[in-house]
């Protein structure tokens, strides 16, 4: 079970771009469901609002031509029953007969019953004649003679019930008025089926549940389409920045391929023309004082201090060549010293005038911050001694509020690679030494000299660590 539940996190573990894509799209879809669930349930109240209101509008145009046909039955024996006695059975019965007679529509007739319960008259449905019908109601229970001769005796009202229809025998709601004859204690009424305006209700409805499902299909479509749109966008944004990113990728390494070969030719070169020579210098002066010594000449004694002397060179070029590649100083003293040992050494192998100034400052730079810097430094001055043709170079360190900044300045005639916008590969190894740190390279170049600044971020500064050295401090 364990294994299985492994088995499915493992297949589910999302990549990098797919998280992105998911949160790209997750709140997409989720705002489009929002908004379809929105517009469906307004749209859902607005219909039923509306629907509910064409409902009671067309069932009040029905009540108002009821009362329109009690109101005409009434003008056509109002005159009979008005003056007729309450036992007038004469009346009465010319009454009946002008009510059987009122017949419209297809299913339009007058009903009476009397308050006891007794049909009198029902011209479309002649079962019901002479028959107590006091106790009857409609297949949902509604009590229907008893209520309308409640309401009779009331003076008159509505009444919604089911009831057969005349003309099929299909049951359907009826609405129906009635008014009271008091004295007769009669319940005249009429009624109408409403079954038309409930499928019109009904029609309607379903037209509107139609539109809100279509509604619902387009937002549905046009999320998707979004999602696609994201997708397709986000993946071809993702296949063009892999490209650029292989791209860079492949020349960064083509660059630090290059580097290492360029390194490895320098310290060839170093080997070949200074080690190589001194040590071949050394064996001729071993040679000389072997065959000497054989001779019993005097001058033996010579040979081997010279051949110390070239010993001393050899040990003296090693440690240089190690120094360059590695300063001990560097670590052992920090940035401050190691500098200036590298000015100084500078000066020294080109004759170039320098000048190193350092400001004290207690916050520390970590080991990645001294290394790009002392490289950076390396390098400018390399290319000062290859390119500049300068006469005087000039290193600054300093700290401030945001960290630190060194610069090295020289009056050469200016770097043509920065002016024509194609840097080379050592101010390209520059910048990204600084983009290691989140810190910045600026170098401004013209015909007078170069100025070169390099800025290390306050997150590679190391707290003060209590009294140091002043040359501790100074890096």
Do not use: C
């Amino acid at each position: 079970m364990y294994a299985r539940l492994a088995a499915l996190r493992q297949a589910i573990r999302l990549n990098y771009g797919q998280k992105i894509y998911l949160l790209a799209t997750l709140p997409l879809i989720l705002a489009s469901a929002a908004i379809a669930l929105l517009v469906a349930h307004q749209s859902r109240e607005l219909a039923r609002r509306e629907i509910a209101g064409l409902e009671a509008q067309l069932i009040a145009v029905k009540k108002e031509e009821l009362r329109n046909y009690i109101s005409l039955a009434r003008t056509a024996f109002g005159g009979i029953y008005g003056n007729a006695l309450p036992d007038d059975e004469t009346a009465k019965t010319e009454v009946a007969q002008i009510l059987a007679a009122m017949l419209y529509g297809q299913d339009g007739y007058f009903f009476v019953y009397d308050y006891d319960g007794n049909n009198l008259v029902a011209p479309r449905q002649t079962w019901l004649i002479n028959r107590n019908w006091a106790g009857l109601g409609d297949p949902e229970g509604t009590p229907v003679v008893s209520e309308l001769i409640g309401i009779a005796r009331q003076g008159g009202g509505y009444h919604s019930y089911i009831w057969p229809k005349p003309s099929t025998g299909e049951e359907a709601q009826m609405i129906s008025y009635v008014v009271g004859l008091q004295d007769w204690r009669w319940a005249v009424g009429t009624g109408v089926f409403v079954d038309d305006i409930l499928a019109s209700v009904a029609a309607a409805r379903a037209e509107t549940e139609e539109r809100i499902g279509r509604t619902f299909r387009w937002i549905a479509a046009i999320a998707v389409g979004a999602v696609l749109l994201v997708f397709t966008t986000g993946m071809g944004i993702t296949i063009r920045e892999r490209r650029l990113a292989d791209a860079k990728l492949k020349k960064l390494t083509q660059r630090i391929i290059d580097t290492q070969e360029e390194e490895r030719s320098r310290v060839a070169r170093e080997l070949h023309d200074s080690i190589s020579q001194i040590l071949v210098g050394v064996r001729y002066a071993l040679e000389l004082a072997r065959r000497r010594l054989s001779l019993g000449d005097a001058r033996a004694g010579e040979s081997l201090s010279a051949g110390i002397d070239h010993l001393n060179g050899a040990i003296g070029e090693v440690r240089r060549i190690s120094r360059d590649l590695r300063p001990g100083v560097l670590d052992d003293l920090g940035l401050g010293p190691a500098l200036q040992t590298l000015m100084e050494e500078f000066g020294k192998r080109t004759g170039i005038e320098t000048e190193f100034e350092t400001v004290v400052f207690r916050n520390r730079l970590d080991q990645e911050a001294k290394i790009a810097l002392y490289r950076i430094a390396q390098e400018a001055l390399t290319n000062v001694e290859k390119h500049s043709e300068a006469t005087r170079v000039r290193l600054l360190v300093r700290g401030h509020k945001q960290g630190a900044v060194m610069r090295i300045e020289d009056n050469g005639h200016g770097i043509a690679a920065t002016r024509s916008g194609d840097t080379g590969l050592g101010l390209r190894n520059m910048t990204e030494r600084m983009e290691q740190l989140n810190g910045s390279l600026r170098v401004l170049s013209s015909r007078s000299g170069t100025v070169i600044e390099a800025q290390v971020p306050l997150s590679h500064m190391l707290p003060p660590a209590g009294q140091i050295s002043k040359s501790k401090d100074s890096a």
